[in-house]
């Protein structure tokens, strides 16, 4: 299971895990899963992990999974039905075998600990926000399919954005070039996107990140640990 911040590719690493290793990939979003009518959530469910089963080896990736693995006890009777269906499809009377099923949440403190006992969910790996060298790619892929002033210095744009989200910092990256298209069309000259465009970006793009946000999923996992 893999659990952090919004906006720090987690959905993205699974995809990329899929590719690479050339396994079949079902994405299923957890409140897709779930349906106002009764028994039409878990059999959704149970189609899902029998595709998976049909088009093995195969990897299952529930995205938002605590839409349907609450606590139980903090939801009504429906979702605990939800839960238990999905336990039972991952550790029940048919074996999952060559499924690897990957679940992403920004709430793992809601999730019910059964789902991450041994032989489930047991593989839990924190996904923060990128460090130096990966916001300096973020920014260099970008800048690679856009036309960018050689005076924009990545190094710097890299430092600066310490504690965004990845998508946070593609959405700098974004508004940069709205300001130099809006420049643009009121002057009638083509404008490459500078320094002061970023300037403008950052003004306008918050970090959403805060110091508290990561201290509550260290907590989290220290209190998991014990």
Request: charged share 25%; with cysteine; aromatic share 8%.
């Amino acid at each position: 299971m893999l659990y952090g911040p919004p906006g720090c590719s987690k959905t993205l690493m699974v995809k990329a895990l899929a590719t690479e290793a050339g396994l079949n990939f079902l994405a299923v979003k957890g409140a897709e899963i779930l349906s106002m009518y009764v028994g039409e959530s878990e059999r959704a469910l149970r189609e899902v992990f029998q595709k998976a089963r049909s088009a093995r080896p195969s990897i299952i990736f529930f995205d938002e999974i605590d839409a349907i693995a609450f606590k139980r006890g903090s939801t009504p009777q429906g979702g605990v039905n939800v839960l238990t269906t999905l336990l039972n499809e991952m550790d029940g009377i048919e074996e999952l075998r060559n499924v690897l099923v990957v679940a992403a949440t920004n709430k793992p403190d809601v999730l019910d600990p059964a789902l991450m006992r041994p032989g489930r969910l047991d593989n839990i790996l924190y996904i923060g926000p990128p460090d130096f060298e990966a916001r300096k790619e973020i920014l260099t892929i970008w800048f690679s399919k856009s036309s960018v002033h050689p005076d924009v210095n990545i190094d710097e744009l890299a430092s600066r954005t310490e504690g965004y989200s990845g998508a946070e910092i593609v959405s700098i990256c974004e508004t940069a070039g709205d300001a130099a298209l809006d420049e643009e069309e009121e002057t009638g000259q083509e404008r490459q996107i500078m320094p002061s465009h970023f300037e403008y970006a950052l003004g306008q793009v918050k970090r959403q990140i805060t110091d508290a946000i990561i201290q509550e999923y260290e907590q989290w996992r220290k209190s998991w640990e014990f």
